[in-house]
Each structure stands twice: as structure tokens, then as C-alpha cells.
């Protein structure tokens, strides 16, 4: 059983374009959470989506930033025009259900550098 | 005030000691309660959860003090391989976790 798969692992990006992230849940889990994690700096949620559905975005930037868990395919995180600030690991898990004592599993994350 | 506090450390700590540490946590209303280990910034891995009575996982002691809001690991005959830093981690509705910034842990020989 594979665990939560995340491509690229390493992007590097020029101020102003595009990233795009992708995570792929484990086999079975529904719920996906995004986590970013600043250098020096603990992680700190993003979104958390299920299948179409965004559930809580409450700590996703309000602008350039989006995030989308189609019916078929990966969980993307989208970053539009990226400014330096924006370069840290992103971390994506994910868990069968949402509950008090889930596990939530952790994919290798990517870093994302912007030059 | 950051919702949850850490030591960052380092604990230098010889090979076969005892060490421990805490962190602390705002948010009175949180539900669950984890600790993780994160390698040179590689993915969090779960080490385990916390339960109001404690809990002991081999050399790994977790406790949680509800009334004074602190979760405490004690690891037991430290390894080479417990170096690491330790993310105290508390979940609250919907499955969101809040982390603290980590504790490093160094064993030496």
C-alpha cells in the first residue's frame, strides 16, 4: 500500500509564474490536508478538502493562493504569481476520516524555492 | 501568543540517558493530542498519541495536564537514532492540526 505521494518534490520557481503541487492520498483516505512549512518555522495548516469539496481554507492566503480535490485524480495546490515569501515545504496528508483520533499521514512534501 | 509553545532546544543528551520536555498549548477547547518526529525537515512522522492517563509506547512516555494545558514525552535510554526534533502536535474540530515549532533532541555517543 503506498503511502501519500507528492510531485513534484522540488520546484523551483521565478517570481510571477505559477506552482503547481500535487498530492495523491493513500489508498482509501478521502480527506486531504495541506500544511506549509516556513524555514526555521513549525508547519502550519492550510486547507483541508475531501473529494470536490473544500471543507476549511481558514488558513490558506486569501489571494494567488487555491487548492482542489477533483472526484478523479490528485489533490493540487495552486500558487499564482509567487513571490520569494511563498518558498517553503509543503506538506500534504491525508486520513480515511475525519475524527478525534485519525491519523493523519504525511507525504515526503515539495519544496518550492523561488528565485 | 502562539497557540502551541516549544522548547526549540537543542537537548544534548549522552547516549542511554533520560530526557524530557513539554509544550503547551492556548487553545482549552482542543481534543486530541500527538506527538510526531520530523528528521532534517523531512515529512512529520506520528510517534504517538497522547491520552489523558498517559501513555507508554517501549522507551516513549506521553502525559497530558488538561488543567495546566502541557503534553510531556520522556524518552527512556536514548539511541543514536532518537536524535531528531519532536513536534508537539494538538487537533482540533475537523481534524486540524496545530503545531508547536519542534524540540531538537542531539544523542551523542
Known amino acids: 500500500n503506498a503511502g501519500v505521494m507528492q510531485n513534484p518534490r522540488h520546484l523551483v520557481r521565478r517570481r510571477g509564474q505559477e506552482a503547481r503541487l500535487r498530492c495523491s492520498p493513500m489508498?482509501?483516505?478521502?480527506?486531504v490536508y495541506w500544511y506549509r512549512q516556513l524555514p526555521e518555522e513549525g508547519l502550519k495548516f492550510m486547507v483541508y478538502?475531501?473529494?470536490?469539496?473544500?471543507?476549511?481554507e481558514s488558513g490558506m492566503p486569501k489571494e494567488r493562493f487555491s487548492a482542489e480535490f477533483p472526484k478523479e485524480g490528485p489533490s493540487i495546490l495552486r500558487i499564482q504569481q509567487v513571490v520569494r515569501g511563498d518558498s517553503a515545504a509543503y506538506f500534504c496528508?491525508?486520513?480515511?476520516?475525519?475524527?478525534?483520533?485519525?491519523?493523519?499521514?504525511f507525504g515526503p512534501g515539495t519544496r518550492l524555492l523561488v528565485l | 501568543r502562539k497557540e502551541v509553545e516549544q522548547d526549540p532546544g537543542p537537548f544534548n543528551v549522552p547516549e542511554g540517558a533520560t530526557v524530557a520536555f513539554n509544550c503547551t498549548y492556548s487553545?482549552?477547547?482542543?481534543?486530541?493530542f500527538f506527538w510526531y518526529r520530523q528528521d532534517c525537515r523531512k515529512e512529520p512522522k506520528l510517534l504517538m498519541s497522547?491520552?489523558?492517563s498517559g501513555n507508554e509506547d517501549g522507551r516513549f512516555t506521553a502525559q497530558l495536564n488538561r488543567a495546566s494545558q502541557y503534553i510531556s514525552l520522556l524518552i527512556r535510554d536514548s539511541k543514536l537514532s532518537d536524535s531528531a526534533t519532536y513536534l508537539c502536535?494538538?487537533?482540533?474540530?475537523?481534524?486540524?492540526?496545530?503545531f508547536g515549532a519542534g524540540t531538537q533532541v542531539v544523542v551523542t555517543p
Open positions: 496528508a491525508s486520513s480515511p476520516a475525519t475524527g478525534l483520533q485519525e491519523t493523519q499521514y
Open positions: 489508498k482509501g483516505h478521502s480527506h
Open positions: 478538502l475531501q473529494k470536490e469539496n473544500i471543507i476549511d
Open positions: 487553545n482549552s477547547a482542543s481534543q486530541s
Open positions: 497522547v491520552y489523558s
Open positions: 502536535v494538538v487537533m482540533h474540530y475537523m481534524g486540524k492540526l496545530q
